[in-house]
């Protein structure tokens, strides 16, 4: 087997395990939250945006060292093993604030996600990337899918803290096998981080762009537990809620590499599109109709949503900036994200404690129309054979 196709299996393995661990306690993590730690949603917003915050600092900071000195691999399989560990704190807690430095831990391991996807860039080529990345997503999702049939099968018997305890060890297999059966890349060119060394004025102006409308729209995209929260609020039982998790990940699971494939062959605007036309969809869905039909079909919009934009905005940027700089670039582009996602969710919490929980949709639904717009200004810059 190629030494290329051999590491984006391992990383798919590796991916899968994670997300098994994963998602093994996300089902359950706004409720786990707001029931058994007695958080309100304002604090759920804050918890769940600062945790998206960390991953975009610890992604800007292992993109950058990892363009530095030329390493990729390190980053990987200790971000995994910080997730696992993080896990087996959680089954310690005893209050929402003793949580904050476990999350804190368990988003800080998303450092591996710029230098893998930096790898997986390189390795691939403009006709498919798309795939490749779709690939790597779809793994995450099918892990996500099993890990949320395990919590369903098992919750009753487990509990939340020998249940926690269990998510631990896949991600801590999945360190393993990064560390032991892939090789570390080798980068000859001379170090230049296009973020931190180079102007933003020089950076390529749809580059700019991008970065800008996605900032915008990670604003709108406020965490996945409010739409677990509002499901519960309209008739959806806590053993329910889980099946609804397990959905969006199924359908995102599905639909991955067919819209890699799809942006591989028409381009990576108009299936970008389609993703921010899905969220539209689910928050008008969520506005206008809170009826048990229109509350599944917006989990089935949201896992279409999440399909098509996190392989295809990937294959993007990294076509966007120079191939040396790719780790930088990628790290530097989820850093400006999950920074606009921690006021997002901490907005959408406030917005619901203090208006209604219909307000943060609205707000969410403006500016992703904003975000629309502005993509139609941003040109695509790929290779041709």
């Known amino acids: 087997m190629p030494e290329s196709k051999k590491t984006l299996k391992i990383f798919g393995i590796a991916s899968f395990l994670n997300d098994f661990g994963a998602d093994l306690i996300f089902p359950l993590w706004p409720i ?6 007695g958080a309100n949603m304002a604090i759920l917003g804050f918890i769940d945006g600062l945790g998206e915050a960390v991953v975009a600092i610890s992604q800007a900071i292992s993109g950058y060292i990892s363009d530095k000195t030329k390493k990729r691999k390190i980053f990987i399989w200790l971000g995994y093993t910080f997730a696992g560990l993080s896990r087996i704190g959680y089954a310690l807690v005893s209050t929402w604030q003793f949580i904050i430095p476990f999350r804190v831990l368990d988003r800080f391991g ?31 999702n099918l892990g996500a899918v099993c890990g949320v049939i395990f919590t369903i099968l098992f919750f009753k018997y487990l509990g939340y803290e020998k249940l926690f305890l269990i998510a631990a060890i896949p991600s801590l297999i999945g360190a393993f096998l990064i560390f032991h059966f892939t090789k570390e890349s080798t980068l000859h060119s001379k170090f230049e981080s296009p973020f931190l060394k180079v102007p933003f004025r020089e950076l390529d102006p749809n580059l700019k762009r991008y970065l800008l409308l996605s900032a915008i729209f990670s604003l709108a995209s406020f965490s996945y537990s409010f739409l677990l929260i509002y499901a519960g609020k309209f008739g959806f039982a806590v053993t329910a809620i889980p099946v609804l998790y397990l959905l969006y990940n199924a359908v ?68 966007l ?7 930088s670039t990628l790290g530097n582009f989820q850093m400006v994200i999950g920074l606009a ?45």
């Not at 786990?32 to 730690?37: G, K, R, S, Y």
């Not at 209604?356 to 993509?375: E, H, W």
């Open 32 to 37: 786990f939250l707001t029931t058994v730690l």
């Open 110 to 140: 998303k450092m591996r996600g710029a230098p893998r996807d930096a790898v997986i860039a390189d390795i691939s080529n403009d006709h498919d990337r798309g795939r490749n990345f779709g690939y790597l997503r779809m793994m995450d």
């Open 252 to 319: 995102a699971s599905g639909v991955s590499i067919p819209f890699g494939k799809m942006a591989d062959r028409v381009g990576r605007k108009p299936v970008l599109f389609l993703a921010f036309l899905f969220w539209l969809l689910s928050c008008l869905l969520s506005i206008y109709l809170q009826n048990s039909i229109a509350i599944i079909t917006t989990f089935v919009l949201y896992g279409l949503h999440l399909g098509a934009i996190e392989p295809v905005q990937r294959a993007l940027v990294s076509e």
């Open 321 to 327: 900036s120079l191939p040396d700089h790719r780790a």
């Open 341 to 385: 996602a921690l006021p997002a969710s901490v907005i959408a919490g406030i917005l619901w404690d203090t208006i209604n929980i219909t307000a943060p949709f609205y707000f969410s639904a403006a500016l992703t129309l904003v975000a629309m717009g502005m993509l139609l200004l941003v040109k695509e810059k790929r290779e041709t054979l």
